[in-house]
């Protein structure tokens, strides 16, 4: 079974006798082949070398192009530039653009990119593109703190049907990666959803992730959703959503995941500190109390984020080693 028909079966619920692994790998690759992050995130064919190469280094079974949460902001005017390595917002806007979407900035750069893995890789592995979802794409606007505050008060610059524009912006760039990257997967990243409660969830952002997730399905994709940090109190307002997969971080079992989102396939969840700070066989063992868990049904092994740019190359591999162990 290649790794196309391993994540479709664990999508589909079968009992696995190994489970499909998937880190998701992004300016690590750079890091790996001692390639410039600078260049590598601003290089489409350069991005698409690395990824490819480090998909076959370490045997992963779904492949995206770079995360990079600034990439729709900046589309949309906000000033953003790499620290330490990564992608971050240099400054936050103060007055909300109308957002109509448009193919600007370095949208095309990930477009290509994912073109190129996709030609590459597509007839074995599972290729995925990331769009940012509506409350992370405000916080990114905005910035952390003034959406806070703002929604703390009940009144501000924005509301759900603000949210609602965004999640349609974010449509423009699904039919990107879709149409001409060739993605098979797309994968709605909120993480600051982690931070809010469940009623701010239900007031401003519910329907229009539900609309975009449910975007993503009609486009006839595999739909997923990644939020990471300590997401258990909105976590349960997820189970009627339109998505195929949700990563979840160290901080919720998989076990308990399972139990509130019994139809949706979990992706995760070893802590993404062990893969600078821990031995390979720390990893195997985290790797197999995951799989247990799971009971290899409805589970993609993999980190509860983008695996550290400083990641150990042993400790990913270990990962992958515990999943390709026979479990039944």
Do not use: W
């Amino acid at each position: 079974m290649n790794s196309r028909a391993l994540v479709e079966s664990a999508l589909a619920g079968d009992l696995l006798s190994e489970v499909p692994v998937a880190p998701l790998i992004g300016g690590h690759s750079a890091k790996l082949y001692g390639v410039s992050l600078k260049e590598a995130y601003r290089n489409p064919d350069l991005m698409a070398r690395l990824q490819v190469k480090a998909a076959k280094y370490y045997d992963i079974d779904i492949v995206f192009h770079y995360m990079d949460t600034t990439l729709e902001p900046e589309a949309l005017g906000v000033k953003a530039g790499l620290r330490n390595g990564l992608p971050t917002v240099l400054e936050h806007l103060i007055y909300l653009p109308e957002p109509v979407f448009e193919e600007k900035g370095r949208m095309s750069v990930f477009v290509e990119a994912l073109r190129k893995i996709s030609e590459e890789l597509s007839a074995e592995k599972i290729i995925g593109g990331y769009v940012l979802g509506p409350f992370t794409l405000i916080c990114q606007l905005l910035g952390l703190s003034r959406v806070f505050v703002e929604v703390m008060r009940g009144k501000g610059s924005f509301d759900e049907s603000y949210l609602m524009k965004l999640a349609n912006y974010s449509k423009g760039y699904v039919d990107l990666l879709v149409d001409r990257g060739k993605a098979d997967l797309i994968m709605v990243l909120e993480p600051c959803l982690s931070l809010v409660r469940p009623s701010i969830f239900q007031k401003y952002a519910q329907r229009p992730l539900a609309n975009l997730l449910q975007y993503i399905k009609n486009r006839g994709v595999i739909s997923a959703l990644h939020v990471c940090g300590r997401s258990g109190k909105v976590l349960p307002y997820f189970k009627e959503l339109a998505f195929d997969i949700i990563q979840i971080d160290c901080f919720i079992k998989i076990s308990d995941a399972k139990g509130l989102l019994p139809e949706k396939c979990i992706l995760g969840n070893l802590d993404t500190k062990l893969f600078t700070d821990a031995e390979p066989h720390e990893i195997i063992e985290q790797a197999k109390m995951c799989i247990k868990e799971s009971q290899c049904r409805k589970h993609i092994l993999s980190a509860g984020c983008e695996v550290p740019l400083s990641s150990k190359p042993e400790n990913i591999k270990a990962l992958v080693k515990a999943a390709r162990e026979v479990y039944a």
